[in-house]
């Protein structure tokens, strides 16, 4: 394989109309032309390759029998969208893949038609599907049409409870709508829980339960089930399938599982269901992630996200660090309590790998707990956790936080539970984008009461914060850490507990005082040094904490500067506007403090280097230092002259 494959097939083939006049045989060698351009231009942008190769096949199928965009294909998750987003338009753009002005790496609604509703996160396909087709019932116009609804939804997602609860109503509405199951043995991480267990099952039975309702012209055309799949197969909670299928049981007509690499299974199976479903119906297909490229296949997480790499041997190309990630140092300070506190254990929402706690799960095999994509489960089993007397650590991505947001406030911060958050990927994310920016959490857990919300301004910070939270048993608490590579600062051995509530002077100055609040600090230092040379010399504190506030801190800086400007990487309403509020309760303004907040922009921020996605923000240090500038009322010019 080359790193630009040859594809004389697909090169024919520039929207999925062009597909209707291939023979089997030639969708058969499109599938494998695809996968090789999938390779070779995930190669050159880094992305999510497993999923994508594990669906090239459907992917063909799909577009070879329905007919999009009139007919729907919701991705779930959507990183399974690449194959997709070559055939429908975007084959020119794919070496763009989330790059600034390229393509998402999700599917997307403003980007083309064939994207018909967006999914970055997981287990909404079937809802959307379920909202498709009710629309076409009911008579919804759209520019393309209304047509057949299809949700793609991996076996991962199906271990969220949004899923049932969508195939719950769906079964009680009989619409006309089609559900494929991507069984590919592994989500991001293997797979937990009862549904893996039942999936397994499916893969032991005596030969594929007869095809019902729309589906059932199809059984002919199907094979035994893949003897190698009852090694898979675990004892299933009782009951769980009494009376048939636990699809069945939701109203959905079962068929399968078929092999999902086999067009000669495929194009049969969907065409027979296209021409005869009459309501809900689910296709189980079994997939390998990483299919078709060693590197991939042989990985251990299945190529699930890479880097560049080289086509030849799978190699990722990384650029050498001089500092420890984030993820890396919360996962090891984490071991550093644990070792010394038995009580301390683990919950992470199929993100082991992502959030470090597969460290911790090597370790401490019976203390840490991965629930699937399970969010609202995982805060709420937290929450037990700590009344039950443990010292749970919930970790999760910010914008997966959003997910569990009731259980957070009901289960949690009312009842003031023990459970330590800590909160991964907060402010902006790089390539994936607007879906994954952690932008909201500090906001949304700083108005509960009796919550304590920290953020590091670094690595060190953050393995101080980690012990913090360990030592914290009053309420709830949660530190956050942005994704990526530390500062290279000096690190402590061990964790200290902070004083709750208590930030630190970082250098005195005059006239301005900028509070930090998170890894922003870093510019502000820079902005700091650019404004020395210009003669002047602000104040600069790390606040440490968003809530509770160090209101002596935050009332000297006022008292003794003439502006105070805070910044943060969140939304409006979060620690700026905390310290707003206080500073309007003490008075402060009545004396003429300048006051100014720098915050995320009231937009949603589109992939880019994080550095240029902050630059769109107006938080880098140019934008620190003008900011400072123009509310002393100083230009440009003066400053310079100054």
Known sequence: MTDTPQTPLLDRIKRPADMKSLSDRELTQLAGEVRDETISAVSVTGGHLGAGLGVVELTV????????????????????????????????????????????????RSESPYDPFGAAHSSTSISAALGFAVARDLGGVVPEGLGDAIAVIGDGSMSAGMAYEAMNNAGHLKKRMIVILNDNEMSIAPPVGAMSAYLSRLYAEEPFQELKSAAK?????????????????????????????????????????????????????????????????????????GKGYAPAEAARDKGHATGKFNVITGEQKKAPSNAPSYTNVFAESLLQEAADDDKICAVTAAMPDGTGLNKFMERYTSRCFDVGIAEQHGVTFSAALAAGGMKPFCAMYSTFLQ?????????????????????????????????????????????????????????????????????????????????????????????????????????????????????????????????????????????????????????????????????????????????????????????GLKFRSMVLPDIFIDQANPADMYAVAGMNAEQIEAKVLHTLGISQIGAQRA
């Open 61 to 108: 199928a799909l577009h070879a029998v329905f007919d999009t965009p009139r007919d729907k294909i919701i991705w779930d998750v959507g990183h399974q969208c690449y194959p997709h987003k070559i055939l429908t338009e975007r084959r020119d753009r794919i070496r763009t893949l989330r790059m600034e002005n390229g393509l998402s790496g999700f599917t997307k």
């Open 217 to 289: 012209g199809a059984v002919s055309l199907l094979p035994y089930p893949f003897r190698e799949g009852a090694k898979r197969a675990k004892e299933m909670l009782k009951g769980m399938a009494v009376g048939g299928t636990l699809f069945e049981q939701l109203g959905f007509s079962y068929l399968g599982p078929i092999d999902g690499h086999d067009m000669d299974q495929l194009l049969p199976v969907l065409r027979t269901v296209k021409a005869r479903a009459t309501g809900p119906i689910l296709i189980h297909v079994l997939t390998k992630k």
């Open 403 to 591: 997910r569990g947001y009731d259980q957070v406030v009901h289960d949690v911060a009312i009842q003031r539970l023990p459970v330590r958050f800590a909160i991964d990927r907060a402010g902006l994310v790089g390539a994936d984008g607007a879906t994954h920016a952690g932008s909201f959490d500090v906001a949304f857990l700083a108005n509960l009461p009796g919550f304590v919300v920290m953020a590091a301004a670094d690595e060190a910070e953050l393995k101080h914060m980690v012990a913090t939270a360990a030592a914290h048993d009053d309420g709830p608490i949660a530190f956050r850490f942005p994704r990526g590579e530390g500062r290279g600062v000096e690190m402590p051995e061990r964790g200290t507990p902070l004083e709750i509530g208590k930030g630190r002077m970082i250098r005195e100055g005059k006239r301005v005082a900028i509070l930090s609040f998170g890894t922003r600090l870093e510019e502000v230092e820079k902005a700091a040094e650019a404004l020395a040379a210009k003669g002047i010399t602000p104040t600069i504190a790390d606040a440490r904490f968003a809530k509770p506030l160090d209101r002596d801190m935050i009332l000297s800086l006022a008292r003794d500067h003439e502006a105070l400007i805070t910044v943060e990487e969140g939304a409006v309403g979060g620690f700026g506007s905390h310290v707003a509020q206080l500073l309007a309760d003490e008075g402060v303004f009545d004396h």
